[in-house]
Structure formats: structure tokens, C-alpha cells
């Protein structure tokens, strides 16, 4: 069901509509190598396809998941000899192209560089991370969006009446199709995958076409898989929409964010010492108990685990999304780090210094020191940080109380 044509491909309406980016690159005319950055089953490879079906270069299809740098100087070595004598460019698409290494990436710069080839590279990371700066600078990266569900149910009404799909031998209504849709995520090849395994369980006797029940279809789709890469940007965004829900004190928000990292299979461990942290970090003086509620349920998750350990995590992320906020220890802490690093380092002033010797005595240490329990003046008239720093303030006055 991959889409032929344009006309065929769903979605990406940012980069495919008349006067966008893609328009000059789907007639035809593409001068400049391009990394195709987005989720699974958004359209990188279709797209790839679609301006090699216009293009008037040599097109060379290329997986990073089943060659080497041996394959690539072997791809490259041509290129370069096309160009020498038919004055032709090849157009290289390279699927998951952030699984090259360093050194296979930079196997591509001096071709990319001299023109031989036109790069356009598909990857579901984040080209930032994955892909080598010399490359980057010379390509230019396109994002694709998850497609909408309206995008994938019609998708896949497509796929039911198409000689290449099933050809009307099968009937599913437009509820169904959303559902299949809003349980993949915008990932059309789930999507189509999802519809293939419910028609094989429709009953094949009888007449036909054949019918998609809802019971059926709940069986197909099981549970839903959620895209999440533990050690990759989605985990670094959905811990960020966490931790800024928490802080605009969103309670709904909090909890479906946190809901759905753990419902992806985030570790329990790491989400509780997010949750001190931000106790400490936005919440801090405003109510002190807040970090005492996080180290609770980071001990209760440690002893229960998941499931039963769930709804401690919970409680503990909405009782800080509830609670009043202050950002002066954080503040206050990083004021007084800047201070340590870019100031000298005085020696503690002597009214401070305990003289624990008789040699410390005679040296002055302690002298001039005031108890404030005896002295209420000592507060305000005796000073406790190095001279350089007299009178600096890294807290106000009713955040530190």
C-alpha cells in the first residue's frame, strides 16, 4: 500500500502542499541533500521514493541496518565515476541512517561535498544527537509529524477498497478505523499491520464481503504500545512534560504525563528521583514537608514495584502539582555557586573560627563573635560572610524564613 504518487500520500501537509519545501523536490528539481527526520511510519521512505520517481538522477536505495563501510566506498567509488563520465548525479537514500557510525558518516562528506551524490537520509532520531555536524551543515532536515488519526483511518478506508489492499472483501466502519488509528500513534505501517491482523481473524466462511466485529477488534489490538525510547529524546520530552507540568501546577496534566512514561515501561526508581528533585527545585520553602512526601513514595515504590508501586509515584507528583511553588533554593544555589567559582576563596573570617587552642585564642579566632540567643542584635550587626561578600543576598528576605 505504499503510496505511487503524490497524490497518494497522506499527512506532512507542512512539506508536501503546493509552495512548501518538498514542492520543488517532488517536481523534480532537487539540488540539496536532505535528512528526513520523523517517527516510524510517517512517510520518510515513501517520500524518498517519490522524489526518486521524478528525479533525473541515478537513484541508489541503501539500508545502514544491512551494510558497512565497505558497501558505502563501493556505492561511492560509482558515484563518483558516474559523475566523471556521464556528468550524472546519483540520488543516495539511506534508511536509518543514524545507525552509521562516525567514521561510516564521514565516508559520505567528500561526495556530498564535490556534488556526486544527493543525500537524503531517513532517521527516527533526533539528527542533533545522531548524525555528525560536518554532515548536518551540509544537508538540510526536514521534520515529519506523527499523521493525525482522521489521516491514518483514511488510510486505511483506502487500503480496504484497493486491488493492492483487500480489494472490498472486507468491511469496517468508520468508528473502527479510528480506533485502529488512535491505537498506533500516527504509524501508518502499524496501522495497516493492526488492520491486516484483525481481517485474519474475521470467520473466512460465508459471504463477502466479510465483517469486521468490535469484539474481534479488540482482540487485534490488545494492549496499545506506546513509542518510547528509554535512553532517547522521547524520554528526555516526556520527562520534560512532566517536570514543567508539575511546575505550572497542572494536576491533570502531571498525571497523564507521568501515566504514560510508566505506562511505556519507564523505570519506577528513576521517575521517584525526578520527583525529589523537583521538590527540592520548585517547590523548596513553599512547603518543606513536599520533599518528605517524594522520599515516602520513592521508598513505597522500592518496596512495592510496579504495579502496586504505581499509586504512590502518583500521589506523591500531584501532591507537587498541587503544592505552592518557589524556585529561591534553586535560585539561591546557583547565585551562591557562580560566587564560589568566580570569587577568591577568603579564609573563614575570624569571629567565626573556633578557637579550640590557646594559640588560636592569641590569633584572634573568635573574637568579636556574638551568640544571637543572648545578643538579638547579632542578627543584623554581625556579619557572616567573607568581606568580598558582605551584604550579598541569595535568598529574600520571606523566602529564607
Not at 27 to 40: C, E, R
Not at 162 to 168: A, E, M, Q
Request: proline fraction near 4%; include cysteine; charged fraction near 25%.
Amino acid at each position: 500500500m505504499r503510496p505511487h504518487s503524490l497524490e497518494e500520500f497522506v499527512g506532512q501537509r507542512h512539506l508536501v502542499e503546493d509552495g512548501r519545501i518538498l514542492t520543488q523536490a517532488l517536481a523534480g528539481d532537487l539540488t540539496q541533500s536532505l535528512i528526513l527526520w520523523g517517527p516510524p511510519g510517517v512517510g520518510k521512505t515513501t517520500l524518498a521514493r517519490l522524489i526518486a520517481a521524478k528525479t533525473t538522477c541515478r537513484f541508489v536505495p541503501y539500508s545502514a541496518v544491512l551494510s558497512g563501510i565497505k558497501e558505502i566506498k563501493a556505492v561511492m567509488a560509482v558515484a563518483e565515476q558516474e559523475r566523471k563520465r556521464n556528468g550524472t548525479r546519483t540520488l543516495l537514500f539511506v534508511d536509518e541512517i543514524h545507525r552509521f557510525n562516525k567514521a561510516q558518516q564521514d565516508a559520505f562528506l567528500p561526495y556530498v561535498e564535490r556534488g556526486d551524490i544527493l543525500l537524503v537520509g531517513a532517521t527516527t532520531e533526533n539528527p542533533s544527537f545522531e548524525v555528525i555536524s560536518a554532515l548536518l551543515s551540509r544537508c538540510r532536515v526536514l521534520q515529519l509529524e506523527p499523521l493525525a488519526p482522521e489521516d491514518v483511518a483514511d488510510l486505511l478506508g483506502r487500503a480496504l477498497e484497493d486491488p493492492r489492499g483487500f480489494d472490498s472483501a472486507l468491511k469496517v466502519n468508520p468508528e473502527q478505523l479510528l480506533r485502529i488509528a488512535h491505537a498506533t500513534d500516527g504509524d501508518a505501517r502499524r496501522a495497516l499491520t493492526l488492520l491486516e491482523t484483525a481481517a485474519s481473524m474475521v470467520n473466512r466462511e460465508g459471504g463477502v464481503p466479510r465483517v469486521l466485529d468490535d469484539k474481534l477488534l479488540s482482540e487485534a489490538l490488545q494492549r496499545k504500545h506506546l513509542h518510547y525510547d528509554k535512553s532517547g529524546e522521547e524520554h528526555y520530552n516526556l520527562i520534560s512534560a512532566l517536570h514543567k507540568s508539575v511546575r505550572n501546577s497542572d494536576e491533570d496534566a502531571t498525571l497523564y504525563w507521568l501515566t504514560r512514561m510508566m505506562e511505556a515501561g519507564e523505570d519506577g526508581q528513576y521517575l521517584a528521583r525526578r520527583l525529589i528533585r523537583m521538590a527540592s527545585e520548585d517547590i523548596g520553602l513553599a512547603d518543606p514537608f513536599a520533599l518528605r512526601v517524594t522520599l515516602d513514595a520513592a521508598e513505597a515504590f522500592g518496596r512495592l514495584g510496579y504495579p502496586e508501586g504505581k499509586l504512590a509515584l502518583v500521589q506523591a507528583a500531584v501532591y507537587l502539582a498541587r503544592a505552592p511553588k518557589s524556585n529561591a533554593l534553586y535560585t539561591g544555589l546557583g547565585k551562591a555557586e557562580e560566587d564560589v567559582q568566580r570569587t577568591a576563596a577568603e579564609g573563614v573570617p575570624r569571629h567565626l573560627r573556633n578557637a579550640v587552642t590557646d594559640l588560636m585564642k592569641q590569633a584572634g579566632y573568635g573574637k568579636g563573635y556574638r551568640y544571637a540567643h543572648d545578643d538579638p542584635e547579632a542578627k543584623s550587626e554581625m556579619t557572616c560572610l567573607p568581606p568580598s561578600l558582605a551584604g550579598r543576598r541569595y535568598l529574600k528576605a520571606d523566602e529564607a524564613d
